[in-house]
């Protein structure tokens, strides 16, 4: 696909560019693209950098991976909804917001939590 940018959306990718590390221009409108579909299909999700990379979290709450992480407990109706929002403290429309998220995105969400848990594991005090 190619496509002319305007000059001055031109100019404001390469300064993004420039701050990101170790992405290249295409990388990073490639990347910006994938993330404002996710965001247009998924209202209410938004991308946040870490020192694990980018991911997915609900405006104004935590990583979708931590709603996530409760979700995959409980029954996927409106009662497990009901008991993530108890669990949680979020209101309803961001345990929603999480769970069509991570109902499109599993695998990569079941990632994020796998190596969550690895560093715990790896960062945990030894017992002796």
Known sequence: MSFRMPARLRERLDRATQRA???????????????????????GI???PGP?????????????????????????????????VELTGLPLHQVRAAARYY?????????WIAEVDRLADELA???R
Request: negative net charge; hydrophobic residues 40%.
């Open 52 to 84: 694990s990379g980018r991911r997915p979290g609900l405006v104004g709450g935590p990583d979708v991976w931590e709603v996530a992480r409760v979700l995959r407990e409980l029954p996927a109706d409106e009662q497990g909804l009901a008991r993530a």
């Open 103 to 111: 109902a499109e995105h599993a695998d990569e969400i079941d990632a």
């Open 46 to 48: 938004l991308f946040r």
């Open 125 to 127: 005090p030894t017992t």
């Open 21 to 43: 590390s170790g992405e290249t221009r295409s990388q990073l409108a490639l990347r910006l693209i994938d993330e404002g579909l996710r965001m247009e299909a998924h209202p």
